[in-house]
C-alpha cells in the first residue's frame, strides 16, 4: 500500500483511518505543497451525535493540527430526503423545526471536541439548505441529472444491498446520492473544497460528487473514506444491548459514557487508541508491544518481571496491579500481591524511575497499611467503600490508615 508523506495523509495513514482514497498519490502530492480545503457531512436525523461519529470528529482534529481547513456540512437539506446507506428501511421524516433543533445540538457537538485555539484553523460550518431548499426541480434535473447513470447508481452499496435483501427503496430515498453529489459540486465552487471525507458506506455518493464535478467543474477533486470500526467481536462501533453512546452528556451521562469505554476488550486497546485518541504514535508502538508481552504466556513471575522492566524502561508513568481477579466487584484479595508491590518497588527504585504503582482490588482497612509499606503509591477501593454505610468517614479512616 501506498505511504504518504504530507503531515495530513501520513498521520491519517498511520493511525488506520484509510479504507479507500480516489488517487491517493495525487492528494498527498497536493497536500505537501498547499493547505487543502475538506468537509465532512453530518444529517440531522438525531439529536446528537454518537460513538459511531467519533471518528470523523478525530479526523476534523486531524484536519486542524496539520493547519488545513475543515468544513462541517450540516445536513438540513439532505435529511430530508433520508440517507439510505446501512438502512434496512426509510428512516422517519423530520418537520423543518425538528431538523433545525437537531442541526443546533450536532453542531454543539462537534465544537465541544474540535480544537478552538487560534493556532489552528477553525472549522466552517456550513449548512446544505442553504442551496438545496430552493431547487427548481425540473431546471435542476434538466442540468444535472442527465451526468447520473442509473445503471451505475444501481450498482452503489447504498442501493444494491437494499434491493438484494428485496427490501423497499423509495424514489425520495433514491435521490441521495444525486444531492450528496450536488453538495460537494456547490462546496468546490463556493468554497474551493478539495476533499470529501466519510464513512465507508459513503463510497458511491462521494465517487459520484467527485464524478460530477469532473464534468461540471472540470477540476479534480479527491474522496477519502474511513473504515467501518467493529469490536473484536464483530459488532458496529458505537452500539450495545442498552442503544446507542450518545456524545450529548443530556442522553447519556458522563458515567455511561466512561463506563462504555471502560468495558472496552483488551484486544481492542490499542486500535481504538490509535483512532480515538491523540497518544503519540510511537507511545502507542510501545504499549502494543507490553501487550504482545502480557499474551504470550510464559511462565508467570517472568512474565511480571519482563514487562515491569520493559515499562519502567519506556518512562510509564503507572504501572496498576490487580489484587482480585478481574471480572466482578467484591472478590477476595490476592496474598501474593504483597510480593508483588516489593518487587515492583525495588526495580523502579534500581532504575531510578518516579513510576508509580497502583493496586486495584480487594482493597479494605485490613490490608492498606500493608500495602503501602510495601511500596503502593495509590490504593483503588471500590466494593468496601460502597458497602459501608458511612462512605465519607470509610474513605476518611482508610486514607488516615495508609498515610499512617
Partial sequence: MYKPKSNLLKELYLRGYIHQCTNIEKLDYIAQKKKIVCYIGFDCTAESLHVGSLIQLMLIRIIQKTGNQPIVLLGSGTSKVGDPSGKDKARQLLEDHE??????SIKKNIEKLSINDSRFPKIKFIDNSLWLNDINY????????????????????????????????SFLEFNYMVLQAYDFLQLNKRENCLVQFGGSDQWGNIISGVDLIRRINKKETFGLTTP???????????????????????????????????????????????????????????????????????????????????????DIDLVCLMSVNPGFGGQSFI???????TQLKALIERKGASTKIEIDGGVTNKNAKQ???????????????????????TIKDLRILANS
Fill in 335 to 341: 496474598e501474593n500481591t504483597y510480593n508483588k508491590v
Fill in 138 to 169: 425540473i431546471n435542476w434535473l434538466r442540468k444535472y441529472g442527465k451526468f447520473f447513470s442509473v445503471n451505475k447508481m444501481l450498482t452503489m452499496d447504498s442501493v444494491n444491498e437494499r434491493l438484494k435483501r428485496k427490501q423497499p427503496l
Fill in 99 to 104: 431538523l433545525q433543533k437537531n442541526s443546533i
Fill in 371 to 393: 500495602l503501602v509499606d510495601a511500596g503502593a503509591d495509590v490504593l483503588v477501593a471500590g466494593s468496601y467503600v460502597f458497602k459501608s454505610s458511612d462512605q465519607p468517614k
Fill in 228 to 314: 467501518l470500526i467493529t469490536t473484536s467481536s464483530g459488532e458496529k462501533m458505537g452500539k450495545t444491548n442498552k442503544g446507542s453512546i450518545w456524545l450529548d452528556e443530556s442522553l447519556l451521562s458522563s458515567d455511561g459514557y466512561w463506563q462504555f469505554w471502560r468495558n472496552v476488550d483488551d484486544k481492542d486497546v490499542i486500535k481504538f487508541l490509535k483512532l480515538f485518541t491523540e497518544l503519540n504514535i510511537e507511545k502507542i508502538k510501545k504499549l502494543n508491544i507490553l501487550y504482545t508481552y502480557s499474551t504470550d504466556k510464559p511462565q508467570k513471575n517472568e512474565l511480571f518481571i519482563l514487562i515491569i522492566n520493559w515499562a519502567i524502561n519506556n
